[in-house]
């Protein structure tokens, strides 16, 4: 197993992940981003999208996809992402 980093996407309503992760992108305000550990500290708006996040735990990668905007913070391997609504759902696909 790599080296991994904690990810926790929460919406107003319910926290859809908190876990270690490998690999996460994201819709970000600029453009797609993808986040690995020790990435430079961040915060950054979300547009509406796909996020992809790749866990130990599993070799199938955790899609989420959601039409709302929100924000991302990345600081110390710790990322955190704040969603503005709970139309999210995590998607496994094969």
């Given at each position: 197993m790599g080296r991994t980093f904690a990810v926790s996407i929460i919406t107003p309503e319910?926290?859809?992940?908190?876990g270690e992760a490998l690999y996460l992108?994201?819709?970000?305000?600029?453009?797609?981003?993808?986040i690995l550990p020790d990435h430079a500290p961040l915060?950054?708006?979300l547009m509406?999208?796909?996020?992809?996040?790749?866990i130990p735990s599993s070799e199938k990668a955790v899609f989420f996809k959601t039409q709302k905007a929100g924000f991302i913070e990345v600081k110390r391997?710790?990322?955190s992402i704040l969603l503005d609504a709970?139309?999210?759902?995590?998607?496994?696909i094969p």
């Amino acid at each position: 197993m790599g080296r991994t980093f904690a990810v926790s996407i929460i919406t107003p309503e319910r926290s859809l992940f908190d876990g270690e992760a490998l690999y996460l992108s994201v819709p970000g305000g600029a453009g797609s981003m993808g986040i690995l550990p020790d990435h430079a500290p961040l915060l950054s708006t979300l547009m509406p999208g796909r996020f992809e996040l790749r866990i130990p735990s599993s070799e199938k990668a955790v899609f989420f996809k959601t039409q709302k905007a929100g924000f991302i913070e990345v600081k110390r391997n710790v990322v955190s992402i704040l969603l503005d609504a709970g139309d999210s759902a995590p998607i496994l696909i094969p």
